[in-house]
């Protein structure tokens, strides 16, 4: 779960989270799935991973292609700041699974280290130092129990407002009409998740465990924050920070030059076998919810079904550009602590991979499971879709009307044929063929770093 923010400034520090004490939070919404078990729609998502990794060359050990329709044109800011679109993304944990939903209300990483922080066993021979330890921890428990199930409902409530689309992303609409609310209740419950954070903290100064005093300091230290920049908040609360290697705009620029990114492509056909996700780093992918195959006609998105069951069908995607841009969290985590830790020490309850008594700190249902460290982006997708006779007939008059067509996490707007756009149908060819006219990047995958798998 994501601690969000808070506008006035004595309560706009760290949001550590307590999604320790609800693992399942970080699990897969949807079971793994094999690629014999999976339907039509979850087979184009399969094949289409499997030609990112064939096409371009990005590794199953750490890629995951993700939806929905991301793009990439966060704004330039102030050094010192982030946009709220740059940091909900960058802080997101990513779902375990080779193909992933990306949601801006989801777990922060800084939340999931601060919560696995805080189940780290405080060693003390003190009995009385033992006795106020877990009681501060039991008090710490309790606030953030209340403010958990405060977030959990304003969760429940942006997802009903904006359908899933990340837009506007959670951060920004914490300060709409709809969401000042929660904002509100958000604030108060997080002020005394503070109080009791910090009466913890300070008796970990009389604690013998290793490095978790300072990996405590550490993430409470404000020089390794940023500033989020929102236009829908009246201040700029502070937030555990987040670097990107190149920002959009710049990117693009050397793009447009000749000297950024590189030219690619990918394709694959549904008569092909399915990609093995065994052999990705999830060992496998939920069952995908946004639908692989639409056309937008009429302002509306519809289902392209003989595209998904046409076994003729051939996709080609290339990429005027497209990059990894890595994604590092500052120096408020400590990563050779979280190494070091692997095995414990942890308080009663918690294991490090989990058991029939004990809750996970690693792993898939873990408290920690994986980092986002980098993303796929790309500029100017250009398409062909080749289709059999009866696909194509079927399909036309649609194509002809179009306002728009979806292929996975690609959104292409234009229209069939239109002398506008260029989409073009060819009857000879039994093929749909078209190019992004949008000026803006996309994102259409993270590089992932698994946190001490077993």
């Known amino acids: 779960m994501r601690k969000h923010l808070i506008q006035s400034p004595e309560a706009s520090n760290l949001m550590k989270g307590f999604d320790a004490l609800d693992p399942l939070a970080l699990a897969s919404e949807h079971p793994l799935v094999a690629p014999e078990g999976i339907d039509a729609n979850d087979k184009a998502w399969n094949h289409l991973y499997g030609a990112m990794v064939d096409g371009l060359n990005v590794s199953p050990s750490n890629f995951q292609l993700i939806y929905p329709f991301t793009t990439w044109d966060w704004p330039i800011v102030p050094t010192g700041y982030t946009s709220a679109a740059q940091w909900d993304f960058c802080s997101s944990v990513p779902q375990f699974s080779a193909t992933g939903e990306y949601t801006s209300a ?35 428990q309790l606030a953030a129990n209340n403010y958990d199930t405060i977030y959990k409902q304003s969760v429940d409530a942006y997802q009903t407002e904006t359908g899933g689309t990340n837009t506007p992303v959670y951060t920004e609409w914490l300060g ?40 405590q300091d550490r993430l409470d230290n ?95 995607i290339s990429f005027q550009a497209w990059d990894q841009i890595s994604i590092t969290a500052s120096r408020w985590y400590n990563g050779a602590f979280v190494n070091a830790i692997q095995n414990g020490p942890f308080i009663r309850g918690y294991s490090p991979y989990g058991d029939t008594d004990t809750k996970a700190v690693w792993g898939p249902d873990g408290i920690m499971s994986v980092q986002k460290v980098g993303m796929l982006v790309c500029y100017k997708p250009k398409f062909t879709i080749t289709v059999s006779n009866s696909t194509f007939k079927s399909f036309s008059e649609k194509w002809e009307v179009s306002a728009g067509l979806r292929i996975g996490p690609f959104n292409f707007s234009g229209g069939g044929g239109s002398s506008s756009s260029g989409w073009q149908s060819n009857s000879a060819t039994n093929s749909f063929s078209g190019e992004s006219t949008a000026e803006t990047a996309l994102i259409m995958g993270t590089n992932i770093n698994l946190i001490n798998p077993e």
């Open 106 to 140: 989801g777990t922060a990483f800084n939340d999931s280290y601060g919560s696995m922080l805080n189940v780290v066993s405080a060693a003390t021979t003190d009995p009385k130092l033992k006795a106020d330890i877990e009681q501060a921890r039991n008090m710490l």
């Open 176 to 215: 709409t009409m709809g969401g000042r609310s929660w904002q509100s209740q958000l604030e108060s419950a997080w002020k005394n998740v503070q109080a009791q954070q910090a009466v913890y903290n300070q008796l970990l100064s009389e604690t013998t465990t290793p490095g978790l005093k300072d990996a």
């Open 222 to 316: 404000k020089d390794y924050y940023t500033k989020l920049q929102d236009p829908t908040l009246s201040t700029f609360p502070a937030v555990p920070g987040y670097s990107i290697s190149m920002d959009a705009t710049t990117w693009l620029n050397k793009v447009k030059s000749g000297s950024g990114g590189s030219k690619g492509s990918i394709g694959f056909s549904n008569s092909e076998a399915q990609y093995d996700y065994k052999q990705t780093w999830a060992g496998g992918s939920a069952s995908i919810k946004k639908v692989f195959w639409s056309v937008n006609v009429g302002g509306s998105w519809e289902r392209i079904d003989e595209f998904a069951s046409d076994s003729s069908l051939k996709v080609d």
